[in-house]
């Protein structure tokens, strides 16, 4: 299973920026989907985050600017992000958590991260 996530970049202040993450491989289910970012000499921290059925939740300091959406049949997940300011420059990570087969459990997958860069 592979996690490839795009749509990084550089971007001033007040632009916006659209992520993608696509989860490949032997799938047979998956959970809740993810955003997390880390920011030089931060730890990772969670950004929104969706169930299989399009609940979402977000770090409260996000909500209204970030929008996290899911495609099931695509296996897909977004992250709009608008008004975008330099300190949400971080990796971005995708996550999901993604059952393999019927029998086994679901594990947390990691994807490669995508840089944004807000500039001032």
């Known amino acids: 299973v592979q996690l490839q996530a795009s749509g990084g970049g550089l971007v001033q202040a007040g632009g916006s920026l659209r992520l993608s993450c696509q989860a490949s491989?032997?799938?047979?289910?998956?959970?809740?989907m993810a955003w997390y970012r880390q920011a030089p000499g931060n730890q990772r921290e969670l950004v929104a985050v969706?169930?299989?059925?399009?609940?979402?939740n977000y770090t409260e300091s996000l909500k209204g600017r970030f929008t996290i959406s899911r495609d099931n049949t695509k296996n897909s997940i977004y992250l709009q992000m608008n008004s975008l300011r330099p300190e949400d420059t971080a990796v971005y990570y995708c996550?999901?958590?993604?059952?393999?087969?019927?029998?086994?459990?679901?594990?947390?997958?990691w994807g490669q991260g995508t840089q944004v860069t807000v500039s001032s």
């Open positions: 996550n999901a958590d993604i059952a393999r087969a019927y029998w086994t459990p679901a594990t947390h997958y």
């Open positions: 491989g032997t799938i047979f289910g998956i959970n809740d």
């Open positions: 969706i169930t299989y059925r399009g609940r979402t």
